[in-house]
């Protein structure tokens, strides 16, 4: 029976090679899909799970307040941890992590920079899960100057030697014994190093006592990453319940001076991944990107199940005398079931494997495209490969399913009358539905793509208020390089390619210092946290920033380089001064009794400009003088010069003997790269419409093709009765236009409320969406859609009636 | 009105060549009641296609309404279909999915004729046809008898010029076989010609001239009188 049964289908599969075909290649579409969005959304919810007591983890974030502001950080004050542990008993073992920004490693002559290199408590090993490699792991961090390092760093600096026992210089300051090495951090975890260093070196060389001191002050500095593990039986529930308590015997009297307040706030381990979202925090996901990705996995794969459906109910009249017949010498409707559920899992398992294939041959774009590391064993795992296989018979029962319960109903008698089974009127409104449907869905990610593409344009585009072309921001790290500024400034000066250098703490969106001050407000020196930056007298004109009032920083002014300070129009209009700005008075870098520290007179307010990513609003800023060398270096060049200048300042960077190896950022390139997860969005977005719409596409050839079989005869009587072609072509398009038209007037609404409030919440400064934005979507998809089915449609237009009359 | 001159019709399938017509010549005049007879096969159906402008003779020369037709496109040749046959066939070729008024009022929306006169025309046919209170019923509510009728209204309602009719009344009883014959016989004597295949001896005899086919060529052509 079973052999009938295969033999039935392979065979109608055979014959209607072109349904067969379109049916697999939709399946496989949606398969690929969802194997490509399964592999990386159980990547993305995998991360840090490896850790044996990651129920236990707790990463401690800070929660600041300083006068209205509120700031959430991933870095905590360095004795937080310990304090912690020492007042509360749920809190079995702390560890820290200090990063370390780009550090140089000396292993004999050889020299490497590195920046995945942290010092960290001893018990590191006691709370996270790590496969020792070599050396032990009992106390491998206790002593001052050890160093574990992972195992292709180990590679790395020692080739084929054995590492343990080694010694590493660091910065040519400190060196380090290797006493064990780990087996490289998995690329499923937040906090990946390639080395360890112990904290007991930095105790050593501070003093244990400085190192370990609890003094108020040092509660109010943020700087080191820090995890808790908590006793089996307790809950971080209970400390988070303790903690104003906590708050008030180490934090508050400091608190209370400088009109700022702390919260503890913590984060579990594998949670870290998706759902923190705090400054100063090592790379983490996108919790939309994994809730937008499942969701489209499942519409894709809905959408192609529903073209075998659509396809295998419009055969349906095909079918009808098989049908018939079988009823007739015997058959009971539920082996009728079986039958066609049968064939449609047959042509879903083909699609499973070939979607294997393709799976395996575009990983590794994929791999790019998400910036993630997916292996074929992945690919091929035995839980990948056991969900697909139940996936591939469950969607072959459901959509088969439809079809075969309505195949198996036809009264045999008017099948073999030839009546055609059922009228199959309602069967008709439920193929256009479905239509409708996948348009509905086509058409909303078309728009999104649009919008998302136009956003990001904007984003590019926007007049930021300073002049991001032929801009070179350098980093002058190396303290002894950074002493030098002002003279590498005039050294850099004179080259031709070269119109204009400023040193600062801050350039546009690189600009995080924030600090406490007093601010002048209703004759009242009142505190406020404000950013800042400090520089020198050619900011102003390297930045290209523009002043509407005062004037800008003078050398020969001779109090400028302490007294004087230029503000934003946010800040002139924030602090309330209303028309007379000039003047009135900041006080800054004061004690906490307000004693010391420099009063400045405002003598200019430039022209608000975005310091910060168009994700944010414009908020206060203010620029100074800077009593010594800044962070950075910013070089305006010559148009079209850029590469001159850039020779001129390797050299110069040579011969001024910095330590560190020349590197460099384009202004423009900076800003650029702060929209790289939209930029990602876009280009996901892309794929997927095309996706979508092909898929949605095949859905309408089918029902096209299908239209044009079946209505062969009406249109044969309509030409006899005086129908021109043009005349049945149109016929044929309105059904189909009708249906594009639908999708689209449903779509329009639902992407714009979307795509709105998706800038709202992620940008400050937004496009507004174009109504011709959304009509080329609308024209794409009729267009698109037409071609589509205009195959078919000019193929029944045009045949001779005679041929389809003689049928009957 | 109608003159055919050593007609062929040669079908190509794969790997047959059938001839359907072997150089057939006839003329058929305004106002007449023709009936074509012969056997299963004969070609009587696909001389009815070329009269009716629904395909081109291989060879020969086809005179309708005195233009030569034979090798035209089928623009044009739609284009003198519309306005000057109508067809009444065995299974009555309705759209199940029209009315009854839908489906008479179908040639006159191809003719270009304003809605309103299309409904004076199809209400006025509906009437003649003695069909009219199944105006809003969908074909497939209808007995064979009153299908038919649907579609010889369908025929008539642009007034053609010529009828041509494929065994109109092979699906249906005696009685209503006759009601059917009764009309066309009706429409004959108001002026309009008829071209009818038939199997049937009696239907034949509403005719006023017989056309015998057999194997593509014609036999016999018998007036006669009633």
Known sequence: MIKNYLLSAIRNMARNKFYTGLNILGLTIGLVTFIMIFLYVSDELSYDKYHQNYQRIYRLESSFRIGTKYDNFAIVPLPLGPALKLEYPEIEKVVRFAGTDNMLIRVGEKEYYERRFYYTDSTVFEVFSHELVQGRLEGCLSEPNTMVVSQSMARKLFGNENPIGQVVLTDNERQFKITAVVEDVPENSHLKFDGLMSAATLSKEMGEDEFNSMDPNRFWNIGVYTYVMINPNSSMLTVHEKFPQFYDKYMKSIGDQINASFDLKTTRLDQIHLNAQTASDLPTGNKAYVSIFSIVALFILLLASINYMNMATARATKRAKEVGLRKVVGAERRQLIFQFVSEAVLITIIAMILSFAISGLLLSDFSTLTGKTLSVEALFSANVVMLLVVLSIVIGIISGSYPAFYLSGFSPLAVLKGSGGKSGKTNHWLRRVLVVVQFFIAIVMIIATIIVGEQLHFLKNKDLGFNKENAIVLELQDSAFRSRAESFKQHLLQSPAITSVSNSSGVPSRNGWIQVMLVEQENEMKEMAVILTQCDYDFLTTMGLKLIEGRDFNRDMGTDDSLAVIVNQTAARQFGWGDEVLGKKIHYGMELDRSGGRIMKVIGVVEDFHFNTLHNAIEPIIMFISPVPRFRMTVRTEPGKTQEALDYLEQSWTDFGSKRPFDYEMLDVMQEESYGAEERTGVLFLIISGITMFIALLGLLGLSSYTAENRTREIGIRKVNGALTSDIMLLLFKEFIWLILIAFVLAVPVSIWRLTLWMEESFVYYTEIHWYSVAIAGLAAVIVGLLTTSFHVIKAAGANPVESLKYE | ?226
């Open chain 2, 1 to 226: 009105m109608i003159k055919a001159i050593d007609l062929s019709r040669v079908f190509l399938t794969e790997e047959v060549e059938t001839t359907a017509l072997r150089q057939v010549s006839f003329e058929i005049k305004k106002g007449e009641f023709v009936a074509i007879m012969g056997p299963s096969g004969c070609g009587k159906s696909t001389l009815l296609n070329i009269i009716g402008l629904l395909d081109n003779p291989t060879s020969g020369k086809y005179y309708f309404l005195d233009h030569e037709i034979s090798g035209s496109s089928e623009r044009q040749r739609a284009k003198h279909r519309k306005n000057n046959i109508g067809f009444v066939f065995q299974n009555f070729n309705l759209i199940d999915e029209l009315t009854v008024f839908e489906n008479v009022e179908m040639p006159l929306i191809y003719l270009g004729i304003p809605s309103k006169e299309r409904k004076r025309r199809v209400d006025e046919v509906l009437e003649q046809m003695q069909i009219a209170h199944r105006r809003k019923h969908f074909p497939g509510q209808l007995s064979g008898g009153q299908q038919q009728r649907v579609a010889v209204a369908r025929a008539v309602v642009s007034n053609p010029k010529l009828i041509l009719a494929d065994e109109p009344t092979g699906n249906l009883d005696s009685a209503n076989g006759e009601e059917v014959m009764n009309l066309l016989s009706e429409l004959n004597k108001q002026g309009t010609t008829v071209v009818m295949v038939t199997h049937s001896q009696r239907d034949a005899e509403y005719s006023s001239r017989i056309i015998r086919l057999f194997d593509g060529q014609i036999l016999a052509e018998n007036f006669q009188s009633n």
